[in-house]
């Protein structure tokens, strides 16, 4: 499964070619990891990192590892060294996951147009 980089609210099961993983248990977990992913907040935003736009791709391999790619709303954010881990703990969480690998990226940089509706009601945006 991935996260289409160029659309700034993509649908997350766009990105599936084949797997050998049942398609309904790439479905669940897909629906589980995405959940997981919404429990984690940006501590200075009230959203859930997800619909803030933050995850860039996420990959569920045959072996049931999860690669996710993320970004931050800057560099220069104040939990930048703890959020790839709570990312990391969230999913790991998931029935079935064998293990997540989490990167920061900033190519692209963040924008607020990666936020989705429910994100800009949260801030006050819409």
Not at 1 to 28: Q, T, Y
């Amino acid at each position: 499964m991935s996260v289409n980089e160029a659309d700034p609210k993509p649908d997350v099961r766009e990105g599936i070619v084949h797997s050998s993983i049942p398609e309904g248990e790439l479905a669940r977990l897909s629906d589980d990891v995405i959940s997981a992913l919404k429990t984690v907040y940006d501590p200075e935003i009230p959203a859930d990192i997800f619909e803030l736009g933050l995850i860039y791709k996420i990959d569920i391999e045959d072996d049931r590892m999860v690669k996710i790619m993320m970004t931050l709303t800057a560099p220069g954010c104040p939990v930048a060294g703890e959020m790839p881990g709570w990312v990391e703990n969230a999913v790991a969480s998931v029935e079935g996951v064998s293990g997540v690998e989490v990167a920061m990226t900033f190519d692209p940089p963040w924008t607020p147009d990666r936020m989705s509706e429910e994100a800009q009601v949260a801030v006050g945006w819409y």
